[in-house]
Every structure is written in structure tokens, then in C-alpha cells.
């Protein structure tokens, strides 16, 4: 089991940045993936950019080269730098863990584009 809490959401400018924050109740190295997905109003919950226990990284097409995920083991955090934003990335941001046997999410955090 595991506990997951997002911060960081907010409202920036178009072409601004954020860093959300997902905090771990475990070690963040015996979960195997985690990630960051994003509902906006009226459409179905889609991912954003994974990372494995082993470092491996996935984004999705529209973040490519602007959104960076990382992991810090001492913190047992995961972050979702995000960079150049636009309108579109507004959403409801939540961040995963994936068991393997089970799934686990966070509360979700709200980030808002818009000038």
C-alpha cells in the first residue's frame, strides 16, 4: 500500500513553468512505475509522463521537450517539472503508483494556463 500527495498546482501564465511535487508514504525504488496523469474538464483521464524503479522514462507526444519527471530516493518524491505551458496543459494533475498488482493515486492537484 501507498499513500500519494501532490502539490505544487497553481495558475501560470501561457509559456510559464511549474514544479508539482507527488510525496511517497514508501520507498519510492519498491514501486515500480510511477507517473503523472491529467483530467481536464469533459475528457477521460490520460498520462502524462512515467518513470520506472530502474530510471526509465515515457511522455506522452504533447509534453515531449517541455514536461521533465524525475525522482529523489532520499525524499521519496517524484516531480513533474513543467515547462512552456499552454492553455491545454490546464487540467487536474495526479500522480500514480504502480504495484503491479495494484494502482495507486493522489488526491490531484489543479494547474490552470490561461493569461
Known amino acids: 500500500q501507498v499513500q500519494l500527495v501532490e502539490s505544487g498546482g497553481g495558475l501560470v501564465q501561457p509559456g510559464g513553468s511549474l514544479r508539482l511535487s507527488c510525496a511517497a508514504s514508501?520507498?519510492?525504488?519498491?514501486?515500480?512505475?510511477m507517473g503523472w496523469y491529467r483530467q481536464a474538464p469533459g475528457k477521460q483521464r490520460e498520462l502524462v509522463t512515467t518513470i520506472t524503479c530502474g530510471g526509465s522514462t515515457n511522455y506522452a507526444d504533447s509534453v515531449k521537450g517541455r514536461f521533465t519527471i524525475s525522482s529523489d530516493g532520499a525524499k521519496n518524491t517524484v516531480y513533474l517539472q513543467m515547462n512552456s505551458l499552454k492553455p491545454e496543459d490546464t487540467a487536474v494533475y495526479y500522480c500514480n503508483a504502480d504495484l503491479g498488482i495494484k494502482s495507486y493515486w493522489g488526491q490531484g492537484t489543479q494547474v490552470t494556463v490561461s493569461s
Open positions: 514508501r520507498n519510492i525504488f519498491s514501486i515500480y512505475t
